[in-house]
C-alpha cells in the first residue's frame, strides 16, 4: 500500500500557494506598515467581492493508486491582513460565510462540471480592501464536535472526513488539531505575493486541493490528512495548460506504467518547487486548469512503463497559461540497465539537546541549462518506488553519522538515470533538445514542517548536492546513490 503514497512529497500540511489577486505587484509595497512587523494595512474605506472555487488533480486515483474518493468536509476558509495573526486573534475576514451554517463535504476527486473547477465553495460580497497575507482553511471535526453538519455524509461511521479505496472500503482521514483549528498557510507559499482586494473589485480565487500529497498512511494503516493546497486568481476562463506525452521513438502514449507531470515555479532560492502536479490518462493527456492569472511555469514529466523502463525527465520553460504544449517527448533509458536509479539517504532532527519529531517532504533536483550560462534546479516528481514523505520520529534507525541527540528517517526516491531534455518556450514555440550526455547529477532537498505547514526547525528547508563522501551526487541506472545526510537542527 506504500506504493499509492509515494507521490506525497509536499503536499497534508496545507500546501496553499496564493497568487497574488491582482497585477498591481509595487502597489503592495506601499501599504507596508511602517512599523517592521510585516503587516499590510487596510486600504480604508470600501469592499470587493471574492469568489471562491476549489478543484483537485486526482493523480493517484485508481488505476494510478488505491483511492476512489477522498472526501473532505469544510467549515470555513478565512483570511486576515496580518501574517502573524493568531486564530484568537480580531481581524479575520471569512471568504465564504456560507459554509459557516451550512458545511460542504467535497469528493475531491469528483469530476468538475467544466473540467476545470471543482466546485464553487462560496462567496463573500462585502470583503473589507485590503491585503491579506494569511489564510486558513477549517475543516469539520470527524467527531461533527465543532459546529454545524453538512448536509449529508458519505463517510458513514467513519467520521466527516474519509477516503474510499478501489474495493470499496472506507476509512477516516484522520485530522492534526490544526486541520479543525485552522490551517494556516505559510508566507512562502503564497505565490506571487499576498492577495489584494481593492473597492468594488470583484476577485476569482481558486484553491487547489492536493489531495494525493496530503495523505499519508501511517504504519498502523490508518491515513492521516496533512494538507497541501495551491491557490490563486484564476481567470473567468479558467485558462490552463495541457499537452501530451509521448515515447520520442515511437510518438505513442508511455503504456502500462506512470507519468507524472509536476507545474513548477521558482522559490525563493531559485530553485522550481511544485505548484501542483498530475498524472496523465491512458493516452497520455493532462491539463492543469484553473491556473493564475499571468503567471508562467516550467512543465517537468517524468515516466517509468509498464516493463519497468525509465524515461528522462524532459522540462518545458516559462510556458502561460492557455498553452497546449502538443506532443512532449520522452526518451527511454537504453543499455544494459533501463530501470531508474535510486536516491536513499536519511534526514535527522534535533531540538539541540533531545532528539526531535518532524514530518519532512523530501524531493530530488536536477540542474537544467538555460543557454547563456544560466543553470536552474527543477524538482523530479517522485516515481517508482519512492518514500518521499517521512516522519521522523524514532532513533532506532539512526546511521553512526548521525549527530548527537537525533530521530532519523530514511528516504527512498527513485529518479532518472540521464539529464533532461530541455526546452524554452519562445514566439509561441518550443523545440526540445535531446538528454545532454557526461554524468547524471541530482541534489535532494528536504523541507520539515509541521502539521499547519508552519517550519519546525532553524532552517526550514536544507538541500545537498553531495554523496557521502562528499563528491558530486551521481546516478546511474538500476544502482542506489547515498547523498549526504541531511541534519535539521533547532527544531521544536
Same mark, same amino acid.
Given at each position: 500500500?506504500?506504493a499509492?503514497?509515494?507521490?506525497?512529497?509536499?503536499?497534508?500540511?496545507?500546501?496553499?500557494?496564493?497568487?497574488?489577486?491582482?497585477?498591481v505587484?509595487?502597489?503592495?509595497?506601499?501599504?507596508?506598515?511602517?512599523?517592521?512587523?510585516?503587516?499590510?494595512?487596510?486600504?480604508?474605506?470600501?469592499?470587493?467581492?471574492?469568489n471562491?472555487?476549489?478543484?483537485?488533480?486526482?493523480?493517484?486515483?485508481?488505476?494510478?493508486?488505491?483511492?476512489?474518493?477522498?472526501?473532505?468536509?469544510?467549515?470555513?476558509?478565512?483570511?486576515?491582513?496580518?501574517?502573524?495573526?493568531?486564530?484568537?486573534?480580531?481581524?479575520?475576514?471569512?471568504?465564504t460565510?456560507?459554509?459557516m451554517?451550512q458545511?460542504?463535504?467535497?469528493?475531491?476527486?469528483?469530476?468538475?462540471?467544466?473540467?476545470?473547477?471543482?466546485?464553487?465553495?462560496?462567496?463573500?460580497?462585502?470583503?473589507?480592501a485590503?491585503?491579506?497575507?494569511?489564510?486558513?482553511?477549517?475543516?469539520?471535526?470527524?467527531?461533527?464536535?465543532?459546529?454545524?453538519?453538512?448536509?449529508s455524509?458519505?463517510?458513514?461511521?467513519?467520521?466527516?472526513?474519509?477516503?474510499?479505496?478501489?474495493?470499496?472500503?472506507?476509512?477516516?482521514?484522520q485530522?492534526s488539531?490544526e486541520?479543525?483549528?485552522?490551517?494556516?498557510?505559510?508566507?512562502?507559499?503564497?505565490?506571487?505575493?499576498?492577495?489584494?482586494?481593492?473597492?468594488?473589485?470583484?476577485?476569482?480565487?481558486?484553491?487547489?486541493?492536493?489531495?494525493?500529497?496530503s495523505?499519508?498512511?501511517?504504519?498502523?494503516?490508518?491515513?492521516?490528512?496533512?494538507?497541501?493546497?495551491?491557490?490563486?486568481?484564476?481567470?473567468?476562463?479558467?485558462?490552463?495548460?495541457?499537452?501530451?506525452?509521448?515515447?520520442a521513438?515511437?510518438?505513442?502514449?508511455?503504456?502500462?506504467?506512470?507519468v507524472?507531470?509536476?507545474?513548477?515555479?521558482?522559490?525563493a532560492?531559485?530553485?522550481?518547487?511544485?505548484?501542483?502536479?498530475?498524472?496523465?490518462?491512458?493516452?497520455?493527456n493532462?491539463?492543469?486548469?484553473?491556473?493564475?492569472?499571468?503567471?508562467a511555469?516550467?512543465?517537468?514529466?517524468?515516466?517509468?512503463?509498464? #516493463?519497468?523502463? %525509465?524515461? @528522462?525527465?524532459? &522540462?518545458? $520553460?516559462?510556458i502561460p !497559461?492557455?498553452?497546449?504544449?502538443? /506532443?512532449? =517527448?520522452l526518451?527511454?533509458?537504453?543499455?544494459?540497465?533501463?530501470?531508474?536509479?535510486t536516491?536513499?539517504?536519511?534526514?535527522t532532527?534535533?531540538?539541540?539537546?533531545?532528539a526531535?519529531?518532524?514530518?519532512?517532504?523530501?524531493s530530488?533536483?536536477q540542474?537544467?541549462?538555460?543557454g547563456?550560462?544560466?543553470?536552474?534546479?527543477?524538482?523530479?516528481?517522485?516515481?517508482?518506488?519512492?518514500?518521499?514523505?517521512?516522519?521522523?520520529?524514532?532513533?532506532?534507525?539512526?546511521?553512526?553519522?548521525?549527530?548527537?541527540?537525533?530521530?532519523?528517517?530514511?528516504?527512498?526516491? #527513485?529518479?532518472? %538515470?540521464? @539529464?533532461?531534455? &530541455?526546452? $524554452?518556450?519562445s514566439? !509561441?514555440?518550443?523545440?526540445?533538445? /535531446?538528454? =545532454?550526455?557526461?554524468?547524471?547529477?541530482?541534489?535532494?532537498?528536504?523541507?520539515?514542517?509541521?502539521?499547519?505547514?508552519?517550519?519546525?526547525?532553524?532552517?526550514?528547508?536544507?538541500?545537498?548536492?553531495?554523496?557521502?563522501?562528499?563528491?558530486?551526487?551521481?546516478?546511474?541506472?538500476?544502482?542506489?546513490?547515498?547523498?549526504?545526510?541531511?541534519?535539521?537542527?533547532?527544531?521544536?
Amino acid at each position: 500500500m506504500q506504493a499509492i503514497f509515494r507521490n506525497l512529497s509536499r503536499t497534508l500540511s496545507i500546501y496553499l500557494s496564493l497568487a497574488a489577486l491582482l497585477g498591481v505587484a509595487g502597489f503592495s509595497a506601499f501599504l507596508i506598515n511602517c512599523s517592521g512587523s510585516g503587516s499590510v494595512m487596510n486600504m480604508g474605506a470600501g469592499t470587493g467581492t471574492v469568489n471562491l472555487s476549489i478543484s483537485d488533480p486526482p493523480n493517484c486515483k485508481f488505476p494510478n493508486g488505491a483511492f476512489e474518493h477522498v472526501f473532505v468536509t469544510i467549515r470555513s476558509v478565512r483570511a486576515h491582513i496580518n501574517p502573524d495573526a493568531a486564530m484568537g486573534d480580531a481581524g479575520w475576514q471569512e471568504l465564504t460565510p456560507q459554509l459557516m451554517n451550512q458545511p460542504m463535504q467535497i469528493d475531491l476527486f469528483a469530476a468538475g462540471p467544466n473540467g476545470c473547477l471543482l466546485t464553487m465553495l462560496g462567496s463573500n460580497t462585502g470583503l473589507p480592501a485590503g491585503t491579506y497575507q494569511q489564510i486558513r482553511l477549517l475543516l469539520v471535526a470527524n467527531d461533527g464536535g465543532n459546529g454545524p453538519l453538512p448536509a449529508s455524509n458519505a463517510c458513514g461511521n467513519q467520521g466527516l472526513n474519509c477516503v474510499v479505496l478501489h474495493d470499496g472500503s472506507i476509512h477516516e482521514l484522520q485530522l492534526s488539531s490544526e486541520a479543525v483549528t485552522g490551517l494556516k498557510i505559510p508566507p512562502g507559499r503564497v505565490l506571487g505575493g499576498p492577495i489584494t482586494v481593492q473597492p468594488g473589485q470583484d476577485v476569482d480565487l481558486n484553491i487547489n486541493f492536493e489531495a494525493c500529497d496530503s495523505i499519508k498512511q501511517e504504519g498502523n494503516g490508518k491515513f492521516r490528512l496533512k494538507p497541501v493546497l495551491g491557490a490563486g486568481q484564476v481567470s473567468q476562463n479558467h485558462t490552463g495548460i495541457g499537452g501530451h506525452v509521448v515515447d520520442a521513438g515511437t510518438g505513442a502514449a508511455i503504456l502500462g506504467g506512470t507519468v507524472l507531470v509536476a507545474l513548477e515555479s521558482q522559490d525563493a532560492s531559485g530553485a522550481d518547487i511544485t505548484f501542483v502536479q498530475t498524472a496523465t490518462d491512458g493516452a497520455g493527456n493532462f491539463n492543469f486548469c484553473p491556473l493564475p492569472v499571468g503567471a508562467a511555469f516550467d512543465v517537468v514529466v517524468v515516466a517509468i512503463n509498464g #516493463a519497468g523502463v %525509465a524515461y @528522462n525527465a524532459t &522540462v518545458a $520553460v516559462g510556458i502561460p !497559461g492557455g498553452t497546449d504544449l502538443g /506532443a512532449i =517527448p520522452l526518451v527511454a533509458e537504453t543499455g544494459i540497465s533501463t530501470a531508474p536509479a535510486t536516491l536513499q539517504g536519511f534526514v535527522t532532527a534535533t531540538t539541540g539537546a533531545a532528539a526531535a519529531t518532524i514530518d519532512a517532504a523530501v524531493s530530488a533536483q536536477q540542474p537544467i541549462s538555460l543557454g547563456g550560462g544560466v543553470m536552474r534546479f527543477v524538482t523530479i516528481p517522485a516515481e517508482g518506488n519512492s518514500t518521499a514523505n517521512i516522519s521522523v520520529e524514532s532513533n532506532s534507525t539512526c546511521p553512526l553519522t548521525a549527530p548527537m541527540n537525533t530521530n532519523c528517517a530514511q528516504y527512498t526516491l #527513485a529518479v532518472p %538515470a540521464s @539529464n533532461p531534455s &530541455v526546452g $524554452v518556450f519562445s514566439n !509561441g514555440k518550443i523545440t526540445y533538445a /535531446a538528454p =545532454p550526455a557526461g554524468d547524471v547529477l541530482f541534489a535532494v532537498r528536504a523541507d520539515a514542517t509541521d502539521s499547519s505547514g508552519n517550519s519546525d526547525c532553524t532552517k526550514p528547508s536544507l538541500t545537498t548536492s553531495l554523496d557521502m563522501n562528499g563528491n558530486p551526487l551521481k546516478v546511474a541506472a538500476g544502482a542506489t546513490s547515498t547523498p549526504q545526510e541531511i541534519d535539521f537542527s533547532g527544531c521544536s
